[in-house]
């Protein structure tokens, strides 16, 4: 069964300090990899995604990510975090339901708190 | 701008009144996604449309009822709320495409309190 881990359940950096959180999947085929960004109270937020080619990915806000097959992670990378970026941050693997219908499998998620 | 919208944002029941959460979308998606979200864990999807098509997850309790009466809208019903009900229930929508390569989006999220 796909699973996803991520080891961190918080984070703190100072404010322009460089981010990275981590992500491990479990999945016996070619992984569909997104990661989320969550503020309190909101709905979840696309950052970017993975399906296939270049494994550096770029996502809005200056965030990126990384694809290692070898090591089965998709880590998410920030050169320099911004107050705003406070928020839960979850991974997720997207595997097949019916039709092109998707599950995601998030990650238990990863609190980042930002100090100034 | 196209979205995904849930109403309300946030609602109040008593134990054991049935409560109707609603989802609509402007990004004409044919499938549409119900996640229960609790305090401090993971989404964990619920059921989802495609097309007409309901598609529920095993492990979804019977309480939970959906409806689509078109492409726009979707509902989530709970017949009898428990206290363990209480949660973030997000609405997410995706495009069926070839490929695979569709995003789902997701909407606000409707937060429910059980008293």
């Known amino acids: 069964a796909q699973s996803v881990t991520q080891p961190d359940i918080h984070i703190t950096v100072s404010e322009g300090a460089s981010l990275e959180l981590r992500c491990n999947y479990s999945y016996g085929a070619t992984p569909y990899l997104f990661w989320y960004v969550q503020s309190p109270g909101q709905g979840l937020q696309l950052l970017l995604k993975?399906?296939?080619?270049?494994?550096l990915v770029q996502g809005i806000k200056g965030f990126e990510a990384e694809f290692k097959r070898s090591q089965s992670s998709f880590n998410l990378r920030k050169p320099s975090v911004h107050w705003s970026d406070a928020a839960e941050y979850f991974c997720a693997v997207a595997i097949p339901l019916s039709g092109s219908a998707r599950q995601l499998t998030f990650g238990s998620g990863t609190q980042l708190t930002v100090l100034p | 701008d196209a979205m995904v919208i849930q109403n309300p944002r946030y609602q109040v029941t008593q134990f054991g009144k049935p409560v109707t959460l609603s989802c609509s979308q402007t990004l004409n998606h044919n499938v549409m996604y119900w996640y229960q979200q609790k305090s401090s864990q993971a989404p964990k999807l619920l059921f989802h449309y495609y097309d007409k098509d309901f598609n529920n997850e095993a492990d979804t309790p019977d309480n939970f009822q959906s409806r689509r009466p078109n492409t726009s809208f979707c509902f989530l019903d709970i017949r009898s709320p428990g206290l363990g009900d209480a949660a973030m229930y997000l609405c997410?929508?995706?495009?069926?495409?070839?490929?695979?390569?569709?995003?789902?989006?997701f909407g606000p999220g409707t937060r429910l309190l059980v008293l």
């Open positions: 993975y399906f296939s080619g270049d494994t």
């Open positions: 997410a929508t995706s495009r069926d495409t070839t490929g695979y390569q569709e995003t789902q989006y």
